[in-house]
């Protein structure tokens, strides 16, 4: 093995070609600090000593784990300030690695997930996301599994759990879903052996939900709104819904300094899918200037303290009374979400619009996910089959009038 003495930079590592033979390039700032070069290609920074006893010593090698030259130069610093006070760098490593595996082969599933959640889930979802994570956690996943060394968790115990929650299987789903995020967040720190993720299991497909408003129960639910007793607030957050196709939360965290009247925009700096904006609607338009507003309340729908956003459980409550007085009914379905597919579905279905353009408008950013808001009702079906059927029959009957008849050869 040959070797250079450099100072390494990242011209100098970029031009370090292989050669027939393992080579190190070594910084001339520390000793033991290098870049090693194999005949692959294959480079990595190195720190290489002897242990005590002069020559007569062991030469120790420990790869530096670092993606630029910055973070090996302070790691190998940190090597040679150990080695230099009579300290085995190779050896702290490795008895740092055992106390990692002895400490996960200690954690259970459950300490495991809680790190998830405190760590993870708390700090980079939306408090809506955590919040039904933690609760998924503690009453489904827990219980079932919770006692369980990390380390044993295998496939077989997942499904058991997945099976035993049958009764439920939406909730089932979203626990498996959870718990397989929770896994592999697990392995990308260290506190699981990298291997298969145990919650990678066969799931049920659910019961797709195809309850969809008519248009007849909109403009019924339209009505109630504008006629009934809801606080303005209320009545205003529910007509946009159905104005702008939003989720409730946009709508309850929407401030009028994101409202752009000339540009004709909403915006949205921080929604469940980041940064949103959406066309300013004729319709929306005229509900927002038409709207009362509150003096130093930057809120378009403020809650009862004008100082917070109404919370989406208000706009919920004034959602099943409007059902309720304009006799509508969706039973298991009856939610918010129901008005973004009825305004997603309207959007979807009109042929004069190109798919990208309606995901805009609808807010989608990927095709799967507009395909599931793109329902269609029955009597849209049965007409486009009667339709087709007519077609199918027009084109047979025009065939037999020519008289042509094509006689197959069957041969065998």
Known sequence: MRSQRVRLSKATIADAQPAEREYVMWDDRIDGFGLRVRPTGNKAFVFVYRTAGGRAGKVRRVTIKASDLDTAYKKATALAGHFYAGRDPAADKAAERDEVIKARKAMTVANVLDRFISDHAKVNLKAKTWTEYERLVTKLIKPAIGTMKIDTLEPKYVAAMYNQLNATPTQATLAVRVLSSAMSWAEENGLRKHGQ???????????????????????????????????????????????????????????????????????????????????????????????????????????????KPMRVETLEAGMERIMTDAKVEAGENATLHLIRHWFATKTYTDPSIPLPVQMAIVGHKSVATAMRYAHVTREEVGQAAAAAAKRRGDAVEAASKDGEIIKMEVQG
């Open 197 to 307: 993720n145990p919650a990678r299991i066969r799931l049920k497909g659910t019961r797709r939900r195809q309850r969809l408003f008519s248009d007849r129960e909109v403009s019924r639910l339209l009505s109630v709104i504008d006629e009934g007793t809801l606080a303005a607030p209320a009545k205003l957050g529910l007509r946009l819904l159905f104005a702008t196709g939003c989720r409730a939360g946009e709508v309850c965290n929407l401030r009028w300094s994101d409202v752009d009247f000339e540009g004709s925009i909403l915006r949205w700096p921080d929604t469940k899918t980041g940064y949103a904006e959406k066309p300013l609607t004729g319709e929306a338009r005229k509900l927002l200037q038409q709207a009362d507003r509150i003096v130093g309340v930057d809120w378009v729908c403020p809650g009862s303290d004008p100082r």
